[in-house]
């Protein structure tokens, strides 16, 4: 059973940096596309960062310039370092894995991690 695990959540001041973690299984991870998404108070879920498994990344308007994913295949874990971070950052961000075996897509989440910015 593919299984992931955030990591890393806490409390951060504005203007700080903080790094998440997304620890993914090793028999999917090299041929997953993998995206952070979080979700504030009231809202709904929005994709923040997104990596396919090639490694070409994309950005939420909101965090370009600011976010930054990367991956580590010989771990599989795909991180995002925040910098830059405002109150409005506020979420519980989630870790997305995607990818297609025995010809049919799978999509999996982790259970969330919270990460407030504090003014």
């Known amino acids: 059973q593919v299984q992931l695990e955030e990591s890393g959540g806490g409390l951060v001041q504005a203007g700080g940096s903080h790094r998440l973690s997304c620890a993914a299984s090793?028999?999917?991870?090299?041929?997953?596309?993998i995206g952070w998404y979080r979700q504030a108070p009231g809202k709904a879920r929005e994709l923040v960062a997104f990596s396919t498994k090639e490694g070409a990344t994309n950005y939420a308007d909101s965090v370009k310039g600011r976010f930054t994913i990367s991956r580590d295949n010989a771990k599989n874990t795909v991180y995002l370092q925040m910098n830059s971070l405002k109150p409005e950052d506020t979420a519980v961000y989630y870790c997305n894995q995607a990818y297609y075996i025995d010809s049919k897509w799978h999509d999996d989440w982790g259970q969330g991690t919270q990460v407030t910015v504090s003014s």
């Open positions: 090793a028999s999917t991870f090299s041929i997953s596309a």
